[in-house]
């Protein structure tokens, strides 16, 4: 069955670096989706990528969608405290698979 | 105010015993979820239903069992055979099965000794 897989598991920065989080699935996905969990929370859903080769932004975060829509990224710009928390994928076609996700810590 | 409710968000339990944790949606949503989280890992699929009174096996369903008898609500009951049964579950709600965004309640933390 379909598996996604996502690295890194954790990624300590100092405030005002770059993150980078990277999903792969091992068949082709009809879409993939983006959620974010604080700690103690709960996942918060942030985007979704359907096409080929998309690539959608929200502020500081820059989303990406393989060409083969097997892959995907998450990239943040100048990471602040507020952006604390653990990052997951989930890919769909016949049924939604989560990442492991990667639990994002920021030194201020 | 729309969302998607869970309790209790605490539950401590006797081994042995069973224990239904409860997911109410007001969100008109038809497909619902329930899904297991361990310390440091990701989010794994027990049960989900595309419509009431309709229910199917996610990856880890032994242990477990659910009902979907109202669309508003998908409660969960963790059996004495679930072996491991000491995780943090959380409710998910979508407009339809997959590739729908998928809304979260505050999850129920579960500790059986």
């Known amino acids: 069955g379909q598996q996604v897989m996502q690295i890194p598991q954790y990624q300590h920065v100092q405030e005002g670096e770059d993150f980078t989080t990277y999903c792969n699935s091992s068949t082709t996905l009809s879409n993939i989706q983006w959620y974010k969990q604080r700690p103690g929370g709960h996942p918060v859903f942030l985007i979704q990528?359907?096409?080929?080769?998309e690539v959608k932004k929200q502020k500081r975060l820059t989303f990406q969608f393989g060409e083969a829509k097997k892959n995907s990224s998450l990239h943040i710009t100048a990471t602040q405290t507020t952006d604390v928390g653990t990052y997951f994928c989930?890919?769909?076609?016949?049924?939604?698979?989560f990442g492991a996700g990667t639990r994002l810590t920021v030194k201020p | 105010d729309g969302g998607i409710t869970q309790s209790p968000k605490y539950l401590f339990r006797k081994e042995g015993q069973n224990v239904t944790l409860s997911c109410e949606q007001n969100l008109n949503h038809d497909a619902m979820y329930w899904y297991r989280q361990d310390p440091g890992q990701g989010l794994r699929l027990i049960y989900y239903?595309?419509?009431?009174?309709?229910?199917q096996k996610g990856d880890i369903a032994e242990g477990y069992s659910v009902s979907r008898e109202k669309k508003e609500s998908f409660p969960l009951t963790v059996t004495s055979a679930q072996k491991n049964p000491t995780a943090f579950y959380l409710c998910?709600?979508?407009?339809?099965?997959?590739?729908?965004?998928?809304?979260f309640g505050p999850g129920t933390r579960l500790t059986v000794t």
């Open positions: 998910a709600s979508s407009l339809g099965l997959w590739g729908y965004e998928q809304y």
């Open positions: 989930a890919g769909s076609n016949n049924d939604m698979r």
């Open positions: 990528l359907v096409k080929s080769g």
């Open positions: 239903s595309q419509i009431v009174n309709d229910f």
